[in-house]
Each structure stands twice: as structure tokens, then as C-alpha cells.
């Protein structure tokens, strides 16, 4: 994954920040939806046995992080709440 980014980072303006969107957005990418040769077309995560389903991988992960972070915030006003 690397020398993708090295590749990238010559053309991308983006990446000169290492906290970076895009750098995520590459993370995503390079484990849940680019299949590896290595791994006879598998991604990282097929491999780990995390499933995406849906046709749309990259909807299916924005949904997934949405509603983690709601549940997130709703925790966290919960416990306001309460003291």
C-alpha cells in the first residue's frame, strides 16, 4: 500500500497532509473494495471475513460509519444527560 500512495502523492496535492481525507478514503479503498492479487482476488477484509454487502461497496461503508457515529454522539448525549 506504500508504494500506491508514493505513486499518488506525486500527482495529489491532497496528501502533503498526513491527516488527510483522501489518505483515508485510499485506506478504505485499498481493504474493502480493491481485490488483491495475493490474495486470489479476495480483499484484506474478505480475507479477515468482514463481509461488505451491497452492490455499492462504497455507499455500503459511508452508511456503516454514519450510523456508528450517530451512536456514537447518542451515547454521548446520553451520558451529559446524566451528570
Do not use: C
Request: a positive charge; aromatic letters at 4%; zero cysteines.
Amino acid at each position: 500500500m506504500n508504494g500506491e500512495i508514493r505513486d499518488r502523492e506525486k500527482v495529489m496535492r491532497g496528501l502533503e497532509r498526513k491527516d488527510s481525507p483522501i489518505l483515508t478514503g485510499y485506506q478504505l479503498f485499498h481493504n474493502y473494495i480493491r481485490p488483491h492479487m495475493a490474495l486470489n482476488g479476495q480483499t484484506p477484509a474478505e480475507r479477515a471475513g468482514i463481509k461488505v454487502e451491497g452492490q455499492n461497496k462504497w455507499l455500503t461503508i459511508i452508511q456503516n460509519a454514519s450510523q456508528q457515529t450517530n451512536s456514537d454522539t447518542r451515547t454521548k448525549q446520553k451520558e451529559q444527560t446524566r451528570t
